[in-house]
């Protein structure tokens, strides 16, 4: 580069020639050559900052187009995942106690349409309807002519549909996998397992959402994918359920009866082997609830659970446990049971005449009213209420049931005498037959609480004391006297020394008063009652026994056979041997070997 | 010296190159093999629980009752009662061994078989 001097010797002489000041050329000079250094430095500067720029928009540009990538791309899982991770189903099985399939997926296929791809609509909607005739024609031509995109059709179709629906050969019918939620035994534990629905549905798959019962109250669980697969197993044991539902069945039938519950417990843990609800239902093909009249007539409604009913004289037993327990009576302590007992305006009455006083065991035996109600009159409303709220009677159980809370039992608000002498006896107070079962249970395990539970494993340990063993054996001894010697002598299962109570309870009418010819029959027993292992509770809902010249209602002769039935054949699949065992020795002599 | 150098260099970087090509294109297969062997678990999987579902379905209580009372006359199955528990005492001793004759048994009674007898 060629640098200007800041003298030139031309223009000096020039300039000293016209007699101008040679130093204003210096000056100019050093102003331009400052200009220029000026403009050079700017320049530079300028120019470093446009790279920072440029470099700063590319970085940032990279982050940007990164995340609109990461945010548009679909995701995909890991190709190489080590483990090689099974693929779960979306809703985790339920077994019963002994792992048999309660309620599984199974995959299958929804089918949609797209109308703006059908071929010959007309045509397709005539072949679909062949395929399924529940389908409405002009409703689908609509749907395929008009306007819109996309139509669901069928919501789970079989593999033969989906062949048929192939061969109609129309591009705008499309599948969409689904998996499909299947109970393989029927109407068997159908009010415990509940049912279940699709949630939000998409094309390529769609939520499975527990609708009642434990599909319901563990569907988080059950949808949760860190359990890795493994089934939900229950305390019910699928034979048992099916014998006894079979049973009740047919006793119902046979007693005339709209409805019945049955619930086996085991006792020392609380765990229900078995609860069914008579009229039942497919929860494959779940039923629509009813919208008016009584919850009860649907078929959906969990007697056991939800039924709450005055359960009459089972309730005896309570007092009478509670009398003892408080040092008030003993077993043979006799007790005035002159019928009537007038109260005020109210009037006690008895079945028969018993006489005018029993033994505490024979007020139990031969069910008095009388009896209990002068006993509760000891007892008091104040101790009385809080004895029925440790044995549970006055919150809803804790079973695992989405229902368990509507199950509320109804109590009376306040709690004057007369009301804690009816309440002694059965009346005035209603609960269901799932209370009945755990307070019994609490009973047979030596006063220890029992907290019925539906999921193996969930059952605590011993719970509070509630009597001390000794009344609990005492009451066990008064309830064998009622099957050996009193009103449920149907339930005398040879070698399996039942023990119980019998209760027939008038139904109350919705407008208030009872009926007459209606009745709640409640046989509410434990066996055997040497060791006490199991509660059998069993309800029949309006029965009426007709053999006889006047139809029966009483729960000796509706409710006690039918439970009889079911010990008899219950009792030897939960292995328990006969305790007398057969007598005769068909067919063995007895030989002395010398 | 300079000209080996280069040609080394040339060299390993063409052998590099058809390493990572071998290298990648085995990769790629075998992650084709993986997704293959994936989708062929899944639907392993899916088979096997159609066919557990279908034995719970076959197996339910319902159709083994139906199936027990259409076999009857083959079958003569019936509830378990509780009459069929037996005990220990039931069951016969097995009958103690025949022991072999060792001598002869005369069996017409004669005054000297008494005699050797006493």
């Known amino acids: 580069m060629i640098r200007t001097p800041l003298r030139p010797l031309a223009r000096i002489l020039d300039a000293r020639a016209k007699g101008e000041n040679p130093d204003a050329i210096e000056r100019e000079n050093i102003r331009l050559r400052g200009e220029a250094t000026r403009d050079k430095a700017r320049m530079r500067a300028e120019g470093r900052l446009l790279m920072m720029g440029v470099m700063f928009l590319c970085a940032f540009m990279t982050v940007g187009v990164r995340m609109g990538v990461l945010a548009n791309t679909e995701p995909q899982e890991p190709q190489l995942s080590e483990s090689g991770a099974p693929i779960l189903a979306q809703r985790a099985d339920i077994t019963d106690r002994a792992g048999r399939l309660l309620a599984t997926n199974l995959v299958t296929h929804a089918l949609y349409a797209q109308p703006p791809m059908l071929v010959d609509p007309e045509r397709s909607a005539d072949k679909l309807v062949e395929i399924f005739p529940d389908l409405d024609r002009e409703r689908l031509v609509r749907d395929f002519t008009g306007a819109r995109k996309f139509v669901w059709i069928k919501k789970k179709i079989s593999p033969e549909q989906m062949q048929a629906v192939h061969d109609i050969g129309d591009p705008g019918l ?40 434990v599909e319901k109250a563990f569907d988080v669980w059950l949808r949760n994918p860190e359990n890795n697969g493994a089934p939900l197993q ?40 078995a609860m069914a609800s008579l009229p039942d239902f497919d929860p494959n093909d779940r039923p629509a609830p009813l919208t008016k009249g009584d919850a009860s007539d649907s078929p959906l409604f969990n007697r056991a659970v939800q039924g709450v009913y005055e359960l009459g004289s089972t309730f005896k037993i309570f007092a009478v446990a509670q009398a003892m327990e408080l040092g008030l009576v003993n077993p043979e302590t006799k007790v005035p049971t002159k019928t009537p007992l007038v109260y005020g305006r109210h009037r006690i009455r008895d079945f028969h005449n018993y006489g005018p006083e029993n033994s505490v065991t024979d007020v139990i035996v031969k069910s008095s ?24 009677f006055l919150e809803p159980t804790a079973v695992e049931l989405v229902e368990a809370p509507t199950g509320r039992p109804i109590v009376p608000q306040k709690w004057p005498e007369i009301t804690a002498m009816t309440i002694g006896y059965g009346h005035g107070l209603s609960a269901s037959p799932l209370h009945l079962a755990s307070a019994y249970a609490t009973i047979a395990n030596g006063g220890l609480r029992v907290t019925p539970t539906l999921i193996r494993g969930a059952a605590k340990g011993p719970g509070e004391r509630v009597m001390s063993a000794d009344v609990a054996q005492k009451s066990l001894a008064m309830m064998r006297a009622v099957v050996t010697r009193g009103t449920a002598s149907f339930g005398d299962v040879k070698g399996y020394q039942v023990a119980g109570k019998t209760g027939t309870a008038d139904k109350a009418k919705p407008t208030g008063g009872y009926y007459k010819d209606k009745v709640i029959a409640t046989f509410a027993s434990v066996f055997p009652v ?40 219950v009792a030897p699949l939960l292995g328990l041997r006969p305790q007398e065992g057969p007598t005769e020795l068909a067919g063995i002599q007895l030989v002395k070997k010398d | 010296m300079r000209n080996f150098i280069y040609l080394a260099t040339a060299l390993s970087v063409m052998g590099l190159a058809f390493w990572a090509y071998r290298v990648n294109y085995e990769t790629q297969d075998l992650q084709g093999e993986l997704r293959a062997l994936n989708r062929e678990i899944a639907s392993l999987h899916e088979g096997l629980s159609v066919l557990r579902a279908e034995w719970a379905y076959l197996n339910r209580p319902d159709r083994l009752r139906e199936l027990v009372d259409l076999n009857f006359e083959r079958l003569q ?17 097995p009958l103690p061994p025949e022991e072999p004759v060792s001598e002869p048994i005369d069996v017409i009674a004669s005054t000297q078989a008494l005699e050797a007898a006493e």
Do not use: C
Not at chain 1, 174 to 182: K, Q, S
Not at chain 1, 201 to 211: D, L, R, T
Not at chain 1, 239 to 257: P, V
């Open chain 1, 174 to 213: 499309l599948f969409g996998p689904r998996e499909m939620r299947l109970y393989p035994n029927g109407a068997i534990a159908s009010h415990i397992l509940g049912g279940a629905r699709f949630g939000a549905e998409g094309v390529s798959s769609a939520e499975i959402v527990g609708v009642a019962g």
């Open chain 1, 234 to 273: 229950l305390t019910i044991d699928l034979t048992l359920q099916s014998a006894i539902e079979e049973i009740l069945d047919g006793g119902m039938k046979l007693m005339n009866a709209k409805g019945a519950t049955a619930i086996l417990m085991e006792v020392k843990t609380g765990e229900v082997l």
């Open chain 1, 369 to 392: 009213n009388v009896g209990t109600a002068r006993i509760v009159q000891m007892i008091g409303g104040e101790r009385q209420r809080e004895f029925l709220e440790r044995m549970g």
């Open chain 1, 530 to 569: 040497t060791d006490p292992k199991y509660v059998l509770v069993l309800t029949l809902d309006e029965p009426s026994e007709n053999a006889g010249s006047e139809p029966r209602r009483t729960a000796g002769w509706t409710a006690v056979p039918v439970a009889a039935e079911v010990i008899r054949r």
């Open chain 2, 77 to 93: 199955l019936l509830p378990l009662s509780p009459e069929q528990f037996g005990s220990v005492a039931q069951v016969a001793y």
